[in-house]
């Protein structure tokens, strides 16, 4: 089955850190370029993070310095490493799969992060 499944998303305190996962299955993960997007409750999607052919190319402004972006090839994943969680990073993250060529975009489900005392 072609699909990214996230999972690692949990209630979490600020200042306290989380590792989100993205498993690819179904694809040819290598050729594929990965991000993550996350989406507060009456906000838009916004874009977390992104990588190009294993270099991270993005890293959002409000997380600089705090999340981190990774891939391990051998096990068709993507990390997002985030540390000193603040209430503002609350919401939905989501994995985005795009093949350059044939073109091709895939979303997870989404996972729920959720920073409160």
């Known amino acids: 089955q072609v699909q990214v499944v996230e999972s690692g998303g949990e209630l979490v305190q600020p200042g306290g850190s989380l590792r989100l996962s993205c498993a690819a299955s179904?694809?040819?993960?290598?050729?594929?370029?990965m991000a993550w997007y996350r989406q507060a409750s009456g906000k838009q999607r916004e874009l977390v993070a992104s990588?190009?052919?294993?270099?991270?190319?993005y890293v959002g402004d409000s997380v600089q310095g705090r999340f981190t972006m990774s891939r391990d090839n051998t096990k068709n994943t993507v990390y997002l490493q985030m540390n000193d969680l603040k209430v503002e990073d609350t919401g939905v993250y989501y994995c985005?799969?795009?093949?350059?060529?044939?073109?091709?975009?895939?979303w997870g489900q989404g996972t729920q992060v959720t920073v409160s005392s």
């Open positions: 179904g694809i040819a993960f290598e050729f594929y370029n």
């Open positions: 985005f799969a795009r093949r350059p060529g044939p073109f091709r975009d895939l």
């Open positions: 990588e190009k052919s294993g270099e991270v190319i």
